[in-house]
């Protein structure tokens, strides 16, 4: 059971928009910034965005994030084939430990 | 920045998981960043194993303590995972990661597979 919880699956057609959710809890979220990772099948993940709605420089501007209260969302826009893979919330927890969603698989139909 | 992974694939239940990270393209001993160690089991989420500093200091997660251990050589800009008494559980992708802050791995090694069976 993870700490963080997201849900196990989302789906889109291509050029849709789809949002993923991410709950925690006052000692991680709540109080600490929320990351993204994308997980393409047999990869490493790899960083979306850090602290809360930020991109690293190389990450398409269709993604975003947002944080409100214990929980946080990871949007993507104008989805594309090339999205369909495994998204992972994470934050750092008050116990002094990172902590991470259980995953989202995300299907582009 | 390159990061990568080297162990033995195979691991007998009880017996002591050896991992070791190998950085390359930049010095472990830069400041205000951990090296960080994270797994996979097969089919399910990411789990943080635990991180150190480059002077040594350590954390690592309460569900670990006990039987993980973290180690940095920095002349060698290396850093390793002892995991002790290993059960099929401990199956997974065992990933090192480079953690500047927070919940933020922003190198990734690629991973290596190991597999704990008799």
């Known amino acids: 059971q993870s700490v963080l919880t997201q849900p196990p699956s989302a789906s889109g057609t291509p050029g849709q928009r789809v949002t993923i959710s991410c709950s925690g809890s006052s000692s991680n979220i709540g109080r600490n910034y929320a990351y993204w990772y994308q997980q393409l099948p047999g990869t490493a993940p790899k960083l979306l965005i850090y602290s809360n709605n930020r991109r690293p420089s190389g990450v398409s501007d269709r993604f975003s994030g947002s944080k409100s209260g214990t929980s946080a969302s990871l949007a993507i826009s104008g989805l594309r084939s090339e999205d369909e893979a495994d998204y992972y919330c994470a934050a750092w927890d008050d116990t002094l430990s990172v902590v991470f969603g259980g995953g989202t698989k995300l299907t582009v139909l | 920045l390159q990061l990568q992974e080297s162990g033995p694939g195979l691991v007998k239940p009880s017996e002591t998981l050896p991992l070791t990270c190998t950085v390359s393209g930049g010095s472990i001993t830069i400041d205000n960043y951990y090296w960080a160690w994270i797994r996979q089991p097969p089919g399910k989420g990411l789990e943080w194993i635990g991180n150190i500093y480059y002077t040594g200091t350590t954390s690592y997660s309460a569900s670990l303590t006990g039987r993980v251990a973290i180690f940095v050589d920095t002349s060698k800009n290396q850093f390793s995972l002892m995991l002790s008494s290993v059960t099929a559980a401990d199956t997974a992708t065992y990933f090192c990661?480079?953690?500047?802050?927070?919940?933020?791995?922003?190198?990734w090694g690629q991973g290596t597979v190991v597999t704990v069976s008799s």
């Open positions: 990661a480079r953690r500047p802050y927070g919940a933020e791995f922003d190198f």
